[in-house]
T-cell receptor
């Protein structure tokens, strides 16, 4: 149980276009989802916390108009990178938690974004 | 801001040896977790230790927590080549919906 999927796993897009990444909890309801960004050989940097039905909470330094997050249901959160630039190229990982006192986060497999 | 700090940043050992990774953090925590990441993949949760616990075991993994020193260690015994991965500690300050902050990680290479 506790499987989180991400789609797509890899995406290449041109500068100036927008890209949407989906994060789904497959067998549980995720009241809270988190979006992370990871540069090569670096740790995960939390971008935002997404609660179902409410606005996401962004970490300091993360542009909310650049990285749009929508958590429309208890099983789906989306991250849209708007007007992507090469510096947005990164590995984006989502995680989900049930919010029922279980502290583990369940991570998706990640999405490799390359902006050309 | 980064909460956990791991050392060493990189560790290379022979198969069969034990691997010890350390993590330090700065603020009070509710629990500390260790994760594993194979290259280019998502994270796998290994073990969680609560702030009122001092030691926890899971298979070949042993985690200790010293809240007075704000540090934790992950010991992998009898390492295998398949243990080659990056290991991250992560801290959580409160409820499950609270954010988890990751340390910079230790890259472990187990040589067959």
């Amino acid at each position: 149980g506790a499987v989180v999927s991400q789609h797509p796993s890899r995406v290449i897009c041109k500068s100036g276009t927008s890209v949407k990444i989906e994060c789904r909890s497959l067998d549980f309801q995720a009241t809270t989802m988190f979006w992370y960004r990871q540069f090569p050989k670096k740790s995960l940097m939390l971008m935002a916390t997404s609660n179902e039905g409410s606005k996401a909470t962004y970490e300091q330094g993360v542009e909310k108009d650049k990285f749009l997050i929508n958590h429309a249901s208890l099983t789906l959160s989306t991250l849209t990178v708007t007007s992507a630039h090469p510096e947005d190229s990164s590995f984006y990982i989502c995680s989900a938690t049930t919010g029922t006192g279980v502290y583990e986060q369940y991570f998706g497999p990640g999405t490799r974004l390359t902006v050309t | 801001s980064q909460q956990g700090e791991e050392d060493p940043q990189a560790l290379s050992i022979q198969e069969g040896e034990n691997a010890t990774m350390n993590c330090s953090y700065k603020t009070s925590i509710n629990n500390l977790q260790w994760y594993r990441q194979n290259s280019g993949r998502g994270l796998v949760h290994l073990i969680l230790i609560r702030s009122n616990e001092r030691e926890k075991h899971s298979g070949r993994l042993r985690v200790t927590l010293d809240t007075s020193k704000k540090s934790s260690s992950l010991l992998i015994t009898a390492s295998r080549a398949a243990d080659t991965a990056s290991y991250f500690c992560a801290t959580n300050k409160g409820a499950s919906y609270d954010k988890v902050i990751f340390g910079p990680g230790t890259s472990l290479s187990v040589i067959p």
